[in-house]
Nanobody, 119 residues
Framework: VQLVESGGGLVQAGDSLTLSCAAS??????EGWFRQAPGKEREFVAS??????FYRDSVKGRFTIAKDNAKNTVTLQMNSLKPDDTAIYYC?????????????????WGQGTQVTVSS
């Protein structure tokens, strides 16, 4: 199983970014995005299972998770970015059905992509 992320970068507050995660080597049910800022624990951002999406409160209305089944790709559209969104973003996936809000629900992880939002 391989997860390859792309789309991170340096942006200004209020800008948008789209992260992409291409999965290969398996069939997956639950996909998620997590992030980890320096000195902090990895935290849930968004997840999707059977077209049902979940978001952490601080990104609701700004971030959108979507899955392209034909391409086996999961994206995270991030709008109205804030400096507090700065972190390394990781995609994760599992062949089981979960809400996908906890790190230990996932057994496959990408390498991470840096998102930096300047004020």
């Amino acid at each position: 199983v391989q997860l390859v992320e792309s789309g991170g970068g340096l942006v200004q507050a209020g800008d948008s970014l789209t992260l992409s995660c291409a999965a290969s080597g398996g069939t997956f049910i639950t996909e998620g995005w997590f992030r980890q800022a320096p000195g902090k624990e990895r935290e849930f951002v968004a997840s999707m299972a059977f077209s049902k999406a979940f978001y952490r409160d601080s990104v609701k209305g700004r971030f959108t998770i979507a899955k392209d089944n034909a391409k086996n790709t999961v994206t995270l559209q991030m709008n109205s970015l804030k400096p507090d969104d700065t972190a390394i973003y990781y995609c994760a996936t599992t062949a089981r059905f979960y809400t996908g809000t906890r790190v230990n629900e996932f057994n496959y992880w990408g390498q991470g992509t840096q998102v930096t939002v300047s004020s």
